[in-house]
């Protein structure tokens, strides 16, 4: 077998592999010699079967089975004798081959870059500090309030106003017939939750019990059911009942009612929460800081095949955005040729963030241990409670998947790892300012990419979320 480098232009290896007809008809001869060992034909003793007659029954799939032999094995040879670290799989094409004479192919690549050693002790990083104060404990203890609150009708009638609850009835109608989705029947509704097409709770503010609405109500292009999306419809209903909240006790009864044994408790609990998720904000802001120094100290080639792969990534999800929420492109501002242009820029960012971590990871020993990763096989599969088993076999059977749930825990211990390294001063702030989007920090669409087990993202950006959800009390 002979092998030739015709190119190497930076990332990019070209080789010429040329294997003689006389090597191949040897392999030929030496895997029908084996197959006559074994194979049975009537008339014939196992073993006995004469060659010529196994070369005219089975040479032409043994000769495909040495070519794909040759193909890999030549791949394999080129790989191990170049020292090469292939960014992708080599594409190979056979640029030559008739039976009875040398076999050529060609294999082109692109190789891994060396990537730039990271100097961890002069990145600076800031870690913002929030602490949570009495004002939004209290308003968590409402949120909690309010998720208990229940309605009765007024001592007397009234027509309804925001905040109360309303029993409606009601059917929508497109061009004069009723659309699919549009009708309910004893629908409870909270004026004032927006829960209702914009125009159709209007509509039913002001209204007393027994009366009948009809309106009019434009539907925004971005409505998940396509029929409708952008046209206008007619709801016509009837107001049943009208219910007026409840008041509810901030006290230790409503500790109880959220597994509390006082209000001081459920307190402390708030406290905790709060703090928990001021504490992820505050890390997620310094990995923001630590990837937008990374992207801009170390600038090197990266494979183009890698940067295509992760484009067409996040191509794929902003088109199937752009599908659920009905926008177009003239909703950017700008053409769809920029918005790719930007795209690439933004999936060539997010693979050279991977390499550099998956260096740094791969450098310091940083690797996944098994019981973490099956950790987040049974975090995943509780997400699907009566189907937790085939979850986990899901994972088992399926690399690719569980590759996936490796990446961002290598990258989280990449991360701390850096941290740990890093020059980090501590800054007090505002909640507010702490949950503050400024224009120049770094999209969560420019995480770094999955490369082995590096970054595979740095997840969705969290909103001042109240600790003192029901479920997280």
């Given amino acids: 077998m002979q092998i030739t480098e015709m190119a190497a232009e930076g990332l990019k290896r070209e080789y010429r592999v040329v294997c003689s007809a006389a090597e191949i008809e040897e392999r030929v001869a030496r895997r029908l010699q084996e197959l006559a060992k074994t194979v049975r034909l009537p008339g014939f003793r196992p073993g006995r079967v004469p060659l010529p007659l196994l070369r005219k029954r089975f040479g032409a799939s043994v000769l495909g089975e040495v070519l794909e032999q040759v193909v890999h094995e030549g791949q394999r040879r080129v790989i191990a004798e170049h020292a090469l670290k292939p960014a992708l799989r080599p594409k190979i094409e056979v640029t030559s081959f008739e039976e009875g004479k040398d076999l050529e192919f060609r294999l082109d690549l692109e190789v891994l870059p060396q990537v730039p050693e990271v100097q961890l002790g002069a ?31 007024p001592a007397t009638p009234r027509p ?17 017939q009723p659309f699919e989705g549009g009708t309910a029947q004893d629908l409870p509704v909270v004026l004032g939750s927006r829960t209702l097409l914009p125009g159709l709770e209007d509509a039913i503010v002001g209204r007393s019990p027994g009366d009948e609405f009809e309106v009019e109500v434009d539907v925004p292009d971005n409505h ?22 409840q ?22 609990t708030l406290r905790e929460r709060l703090a928990e998720e001021y504490r992820r904000r505050s890390r997620e802001r ?19 095949g890698m940067v295509e792969l992760e484009f067409e990534t996040i191509w794929k999800q902003l088109r199937e955005e752009m599908e659920r929420s009905g926008s177009s492109f003239a909703d950017f501002g700008r053409s769809e040729e920029e918005v790719r242009e930007e795209y690439r820029a933004i999936a060539e960012r997010r693979v050279r963030l991977g390499l550099i971590l998956s260096d740094i990871g791969t450098k310091n020993q940083i690797t996944v241990e098994p019981q973490e990763l099956q950790q987040a096989v049974l975090r995943e599969a509780q997400r699907y409670p009566g189907h937790e088993r085939e979850v ?24 701390d ?37 590096p970054a595979a993202g740095e997840g969705a950006k969290p909103e001042e979320a109240e600790a003192a959800r029901q479920e997280s009390a």
């Fill in 392 to 415: 986990v076999e899901f994972f088992r059977s399926h690399p690719a998947a569980l590759e996936q749930l490796r990446a961002p825990i290598f990258e989280d211990k990449v991360v």
């Fill in 160 to 176: 309804a106003r925001e905040g109360d609850q309303v029993i409606v009835d009601f059917t929508g109608y497109l061009e004069g």
């Fill in 286 to 304: 310094m990995k923001r800081q630590l990837l937008d120094q990374l992207a801009e100290r170390y600038r090197f080639e990266v494979p183009q």
């Fill in 123 to 153: 990145i600076e990083l800031v870690r913002y500090v929030a602490e949570p104060d009495e004002e939004r404990v209290r308003r968590s203890l409402e949120n909690l309030a309010a998720a208990r609150r229940s309605y009765a009708p």
């Fill in 417 to 453: 790892f850096i941290f740990e390294l890093a020059r980090v001063r501590e800054e007090k702030v505002s909640v507010e300012e702490l949950f503050r989007e400024p224009d120049e920090e770094t999209a969560t669409s420019e995480a770094p990419a999955t490369v082995a087990t």
């Fill in 224 to 245: 998940p059911r396509r029929e409708i999306a952008g046209r206008k419809v007619v709801f016509r209903g009837r107001v049943k009942e009208v219910r007026e909240p």
């Fill in 247 to 268: 008041p509810v006790a901030i006290d230790d009864e409503l500790a109880r009612a959220y597994a509390h044994e006082s209000l001081a408790d459920l307190e402390k």
